[in-house]
């Protein structure tokens, strides 16, 4: 499909996919079929596998078999690299196809949709330079005697469950580090935004790799991921979605195998603005940060904490902002926030405006449902006189709602930005560099933005600190996670001998 001769509209009738094994798509047979309504539409768009814990057992013991029998984490880096490579080429083409059903199953701009994807083959393209460079470490100071080396392995099967806010982007940013190394997979998409994740299976077979490499089973959170985390034969687990559930793989993975962990949960995540900054660029970027993917964001910027001598005038310029935002069908290509990608999210994030009035906030812009004939949309929020108790100021919304809180130090600015149980994301907008360098050291985050927001790539990991999570993903840090170390000792010429 390429852009021209994309039809901008829902399909006809929802389109059916099978789950992912050893290289083919398995159909569902008997199994229950769950059907997807796009957001912005509401109308059905795809229909995906309900699998059994028959089926996840099936997916990691082919996962299993690929890893032992060294398929995959035997060939070289170039050759991993090569599949890699081949990847990106064979995305790059099928790029207009992924962003559709992205859009579809989400409800993201469908600009936005093509923009990830193209982020994705430069993941794609990064980690096949990390398959070949990736190298241990070795000690020739032991003495005469002997020599250490440290040799970094794959870890072995690893299973991977993404949200649904970033289907493609979240899976891409771990499945290309995870297959760099030499490691194998089951991955678990959310049981909304299934199908992009199938989608990749599919490309990366067209593209070379061994089959059974990488399998995908869909389902519910409650079946078949628990099936995942609870399993004795998955060696590691990444996760991405909600604290919460963050714990109950915490609790899994201990009450089964210890299967190493990387998880990336919540945040709610400061914005802080001095009056310094160039205030115009800061309220563009203010926007952004809560508006992009309607603050459907781990890292989304949902408080803004802004020096009290301009906070008035700054919160109504990014509420002007707010003004000017084109909300809207996710396939209209005009549109820069879409649809709230499920119903309980909708009632979620209404419920947190509601609750803001009644514990006193000043709603300064939105607050209400769009009503566009069909589908679900919010208009970007911002509250003003938010005090640090409230609900809207501690937890995660999930939303396009901005808590604004003034600030009149720098101290005052860094203790109101870490007084938050996560640790994923803060920006900091000022031409004053001590004070830009000293906000970056001494708040709490996994990643820092300065005089910009929720910018990435393939080379700086991503990840939270606090309950926002536990290691990194992508860049070199990203492979190295998916790596275990060995150590090697190697005698030279004859030992000392124990027994006289
Ligand atoms: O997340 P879940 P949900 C937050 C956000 C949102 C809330 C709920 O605040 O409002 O979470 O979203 C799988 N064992 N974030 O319900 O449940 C599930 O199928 C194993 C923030 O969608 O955490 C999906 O694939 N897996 C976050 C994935 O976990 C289970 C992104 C995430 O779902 C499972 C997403 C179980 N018992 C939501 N239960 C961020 N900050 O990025 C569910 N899953």
Not at 279 to 293: M, P, Q, R, S, Y
């Amino acid at each position: 499909m390429n852009k021209a001769t994309l039809q901008l509209s829902p399909p006809n009738e929802p389109r059916t996919f099978g789950f992912y094994l050893d290289g083919a798509y398995v159909a569902a047979g008997d199994r229950e079929l769950a059907t997807r309504n796009s957001p912005g539409h509401g109308v059905p768009v795809t229909k995906t596998v309900k699998c059994t814990g028959d089926d996840v057992d099936a997916a990691v013991a082919s996962a299993r078999a690929a890893f032992e029998d060294r398929r995959w984490s035997g060939l070289g880096g170039a050759e991993r690299a090569a599949v890699l490579l081949k990847t990106a080429e064979i995305l790059r083409e099928r790029a207009e196809e992924v962003a559709y059903w992205e859009t579809l199953e989400n409800g993201k701009p469908i600009s936005q949709a093509r923009a990830e994807v193209a982020g994705c083959v430069g993941m794609f393209e990064y980690a096949s330079g990390l398959a070949r460079s990736l190298h241990g470490d070795s000690f020739n100071n032991l003495g005469d005697g002997m020599f250490g080396i440290v040799t970094r392995e794959p870890v072995g099967v690893v299973g991977v469950i993404t949200p649904w806010n970033f289907p493609f982007l979240i899976l891409c940013e771990r499945v290309p580090y995870i297959l760099a190394s030499g490691n194998t997979m089951v991955a678990k998409p959310s049981e909304v935004t299934s199908v992009t994740t199938l989608m990749l299976a599919e490309i990366m077979t067209q593209a070379g790799l061994p089959d059974g490499v990488f399998n995908v089973v869909t389902g519910s959170g409650r079946s078949v991921g628990q099936a995942l985390i609870d399993h004795m034969d998955v060696d590691m687990l990444s996760f991405t979605g909600s604290t919460a559930i963050g714990r109950a793989v915490v609790e899994a993975a201990g009450k089964s195998n210890f299967k190493k962990l990387g998880l990336e949960l919540g945040g709610k995540n400061p914005q802080i603005v001095f009056a310094d900054a160039d205030l115009e660029d800061a309220a563009d970027g203010v926007a952004f940060g809560i508006g992009f993917n309607t603050g459907q964001c781990c890292v989304s910027g949902s408080r803004l904490i802004v020096e009290r001598s301009v906070a008035d005038r700054f919160s109504q310029m990014v509420a002007d902002k707010f003004a000017k935002v084109v909300v809207g069908d996710p396939l209209d290509e005009a549109t820069q926030v879409g649809a709230i990608t499920t119903d309980t999210q909708n009632d979620t994030i209404m419920g947190y405006i509601a609750k803001g009035q009644d514990e006193g906030a000043r709603l300064v812009h939105g607050g209400e449902q769009l009503d566009f004939g069909r589908g679900q949309y919010i208009a970007p929020t911002l509250f003003a006189d938010v005090t640090r108790d409230m609900a809207i100021a501690r937890e995660e919304i999930f939303g396009p709602v901005l808590a604004v809180m003034p600030f009149d130090t720098v101290d005052e600015a860094i203790e109101i930005a870490n007084d938050t149980e996560y640790g994923l994301a803060a920006s900091v907008w000022t031409k004053n560099i001590d004070k830009a360098l000293q906000v970056s050291r001494r708040v709490r985050a996994g990643r820092f933005w300065v005089n910009t927001t929720l910018s990435g790539g393939p080379e700086l990991p991503i990840g939270g600190m606090k309950q926002s999570g536990w290691g990194r993903e992508a860049g070199v840090y990203g492979v190295e996670e998916y790596t275990q170390v060995k150590s090697v000792h190697i005698e030279i010429g004859k030992r000392d001998p124990w027994i006289a």
